[in-house]
């Protein structure tokens, strides 16, 4: 059975403000691996190794996770860093109406577990950011 590694995110379109702030970071000569901005994205759920004989169950939860929503906007409303200014292991960048992208995640995440998968335990401030940076350094 052929497995691949998921996770189900909205995807966040490329914006001036979060190019020029990665520019900004790259330009003080931080020693870090930013998230390249055509890839950035706010995870929904984490699947991990998933049978893809589920796709078609994950894509009808996903379906039914936003029936009854009214489309709208993510807007960014500001940055930070964790764990602190000295050791950064994630730069964020905090969103806008991030309980209805709660909303949806609680849905995915509730379906999600009639098949097999384990319910996220972390819902605090789960929904509210977006990571720039990956916890790994960049590469020399």
Request: a positive charge; one cysteine or more; charged letters at 35%.
């Amino acid at each position: 059975m052929a497995k691949f590694r998921g996770f189900i995110a909205i995807d966040i379109p490329t914006n001036k403000k979060i190019i020029d702030m990665e520019n900004e970071i790259k330009n003080i000569g931080a020693d870090l691996k930013l998230v390249e901005p055509e890839n950035i994205h706010v995870t929904l759920k984490f699947l991990g190794d998933t049978d893809e004989e589920k796709i078609d169950e994950i894509e009808e939860i996903m379906k039914n996770s936003t029936k009854g929503l009214t489309p709208f906007n993510i807007k960014l409303k500001g940055s930070g860093v964790f764990p602190n200014n000295n050791y950064i292991k994630v730069i964020w960048v905090a969103l806008e109406n991030a309980e209805k992208i709660g909303e949806i995640a609680k849905k995915i995440d509730k379906q999600l577990e009639k098949l097999g998968f384990k319910a996220e335990k972390r819902w605090l401030c789960y929904q509210d950011n977006v990571s720039l940076k990956n916890s790994t350094r960049r590469s020399s």
